[in-house]
């Protein structure tokens, strides 16, 4: 990786801020999947065993006003990461001043601060989230080293990530960061061939800066999912009542054409006559949709298809689920995607996409992957190619005078 890590990095006895995505999933106060914390772990165990003085940070859901504090505090999270490093933290229920600065003070090396929700900053300007410059400034005071590793957060310009970095000598990547910008980075920017990207989900339109993206890097895009509806209407195809993004029609032809025969769509499609679980479906080609029925999934044919396609694929990038996932009954292309990734062999399997990710670990293919993405938005606009600036940030491996970005 062209970034530097906290390897290359001494932390021993520095005040080491680490922005860690814990940005976790909580009813009435209760976390209800801690795989964020989980997942930055080995991150936080690294910086500790090295003799760092670590304070961790994170935002949490969106707070707007006093009354969202309540329900968007850190201390739950600090206290199950208590549990899982199993020693004791610090946790200070402010952003800034005396008691945060008091509590740093007095760390030895290994020791563990962590400070309030990050978002508390938005209530009066939106000081995190608008990146002011003071907010930045201030954090960096704190510290000596910056660590990130909020890959979730870094396709936003915020004050905890992008601010502070402009107030630090040594910006590096976490364990976590480390391993996103290997995985998707690398996929997109120096594939080994053959490299195939398989496209779904729900809409075209969310999606045109990675298909335009991917179509130039790609060997081959598999089209799924609610996207092939409004390739089939470039097609001439009936769609019937399946989602279908007419003003995209156009594009999709142009896409089409430009593809050169790389764009593979589904041959055939689960049809049903209402968008609900219990439907009465069926199969039929593509070209054969009635118009008074809509299409939920790829059919058996296409994951045939599909299976052909990706033998002898050496990466492989997916976003996007197959069918309405969330469904068990339209699950199906969805599972048939993730088996014939899971039995690929000598291939690196990428998911991105916060969608086909909690399909592919819900599905039960959790293990079966080289890598799913942590980062639903920020991974999603890696695919599309563009620069994140929490990536951006981090000092580059080769820099000549020890803070080249
Ligand atoms: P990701 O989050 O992985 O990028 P998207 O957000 O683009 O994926 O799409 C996910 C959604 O697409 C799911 O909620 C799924 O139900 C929907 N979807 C997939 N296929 C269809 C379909 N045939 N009709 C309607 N919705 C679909
Ligand atoms: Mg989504």
């Not at 936003?156 to 976590?176: E, P, Q």
């Not at 055939?268 to 299409?295: H, L, N």
Request: charge should be negative.
């Amino acid at each position: 990786m062209s970034k530097k890590t906290m390897k290359d990095v001494e932390l021993k006895g520095k005040v080491v801020l680490i922005r860690v995505d814990f940005n976790v999933p909580m009813k009435d106060g209760v976390i209800t999947d801690d795989n964020r914390i989980v997942q930055a772990l080995s991150t936080i165990k690294y910086a500790i065993d090295q003799g760092g003085k670590l304070v961790l940070f994170s935002h949490l859901g969106r707070v707007k006003d006093e009354a969202d504090k309540a329900d968007n505090s850190l201390a739950p999270v600090a206290k199950r990461l208590s549990q899982l490093l199993n020693r004791p933290i610090t946790f200070v229920g402010e952003t800034r001043g005396e008691q945060l600065e008091k509590a740093i003070k007095a760390m030895s090396n290994g020791d563990v601060v962590m400070f309030e929700n990050t978002r508390f900053e938005d209530i009066n300007g939106k000081k995190e989230s608008k990146n002011d410059p003071e907010l930045g400034k201030y954090w960096a005071s704190l510290g000596d080293i910056f660590v990130n590793d909020a890959f979730g957060t870094a396709h936003r310009a915020h004050a905890s990530n992008v601010g502070i970095a402009a107030n630090m000598k040594d910006v590096v990547a976490g364990f976590l960061m480390e391993k996103e910008i290997n995985f998707i980075g690398n996929a997109v920017d120096n594939p080994v061939r053959p490299f195939i990207a398989i496209l779904g989900g729900a809409k075209v339109s969310d999606k045109i800066s990675v298909i335009e993206n991917l179509i130039n890097k790609a060997d081959k895009i598999l089209i799924c999912g609610a996207m092939a509806y409004t390739f089939y209407k470039a097609l001439g195809y009936e769609v019937g009542t399946s989602k279908c993004e007419n003003d995209f029609v156009e594009f999709a032809k142009g896409l089409l054409e430009k593809a050169n025969g790389k764009i593979i769509l589904p041959i055939d499609t689960v049809i049903v006559k209402e968008f609900s679980e219990f439907a009465e479906s069926r199969v039929v080609t593509s070209d054969q949709i009635p118009a008074d029925e809509m299409g939920m999934d790829i059919g058996p044919k296409t994951i045939e298809l599909f299976e052909k396609e990706l033998q002898g694929a050496k990466t492989v990038v997916w976003n996007g689920p197959a069918g309405v996932f969330e469904f068990d009954k339209f699950a199906v292309g969805t599972n048939g995607i993730c088996r014939i990734l899971a039995n690929l062999v000598g291939a690196t399997t990428i998911i991105g996409g916060g969608d086909s990710a909690a399909a592919a670990i819900k599905l039960g293919y959790e293990d079966k992957f080289s890598h799913i993405s942590t980062g639903g938005g920020a991974s999603l606009e890696y695919l599309e190619g563009k620069l994140l600036p929490g990536v951006e940030i981090i000092n580059d491996k080769n820099c000549c005078c020890g803070n080249c970005k």
